[in-house]
């Protein structure tokens, strides 16, 4: 079976360079949001220019740099074929698909002022590491690169997109204050509702396992799009 989603990016900070993309199906269905930053490979351009233009033509020797480049174009594709997957298992679950073989077409598009999302190297989903990671034959990249304006429907008729953030450090051993990784994904949604997202950002404090079994208790399934976990600690067997 066939399957389109629209990737549409919505929201960006600078430092760290990292967007919200929206997904969801033709029909209109929401398929959640996900956050999308730049990848932990290094990957420079003039080597995948080398490997993709200069490489089988004119050094066709430079066997030991193709292969490492290679495996760092692998890398950044399992890394965003990762952050694809839950989307791609609901779109699944709406369409009624069973076991057999999927093609995913992906449509990535953006909202004006956020068309340098068009950076990420998304044809890298069409690597097999890729399709293995998603359980699909083939995936197929679509870009729009003309801008896109936002629907003219209400922001309180847009799927709400709700983020738990979940911290867990050691007020007097931790030199790493909690505030770093909270204060960039709350820019994240900062800038998520200046462009009229319907986002919701929850913290779960204090950091610990009860309270947060009681934020997931207390609210539906499926309430949250994003769980974000910035844990620091240790596992104690004996007390198991």
């Known amino acids: ?12 900070t600078s430092s760290p360079q990292t967007w919200i993309v929206v997904a969801g199906l033709a029909t209109g269905q929401s398929l959640g949001a996900f956050v999308v930053g730049e990848p932990q490979v290094s ?10 233009e200069e490489f089988a033509l004119n050094d066709p020797y430079s066997e030991g740099r193709a292969e490492e480049i290679a495996q760092r174009l692998d890398g950044y594709a399992a890394q965003l074929s990762r952050l694809l997957r839950p989307a791609v298992s609901r779109a699944l679950r709406a369409s009624g ?6 093609s995913l077409r ?27 990671v998603l359980n699909a034959n083939s995936v197929f990249v679509i870009r729009q690169v003309s801008p ?12 709400k997109q709700n983020i738990l953030l979940v911290s867990a450090r050691h007020a007097l051993q931790d030199p790493i204050p909690y505030r770093i990784i909270s204060l960039p994904v709350w ?23 009860g309270t947060l079994k009681r934020t997931l208790r207390d609210r539906p399934i499926g309430f949250f799009s994003i769980a974000h976990f910035d844990l620091h600690g240790v596992r104690l067997r004996d007390r198991r």
């Open 106 to 132: 992906l449509h990535v598009q953006a909202l004006q002022g956020h068309a340098n999302i068009h950076s990420i190297k998304w044809e890298l989903l069409e690597r097999q590491v890729a399709c293995l």
């Open 148 to 159: 896109t304006t936002r629907p003219s429907s209400s922001t309180a008729q847009q799927p």
């Open 187 to 209: 820019s994240i949604a900062e800038a998520a509702r200046r462009e009229e997202v319907n986002v919701e950002l929850y913290f779960s404090r204090p950091g610990t396992w």
């Open 43 to 52: 990957l420079e351009e003039r080597d995948i220019v080398w490997y993709v």
């Open 1 to 12: 079976m066939e399957i389109s989603i629209l990737l549409l990016g919505v929201a960006q």
């Open 97 to 102: 698909g069973g076991v057999g073989s999927l």
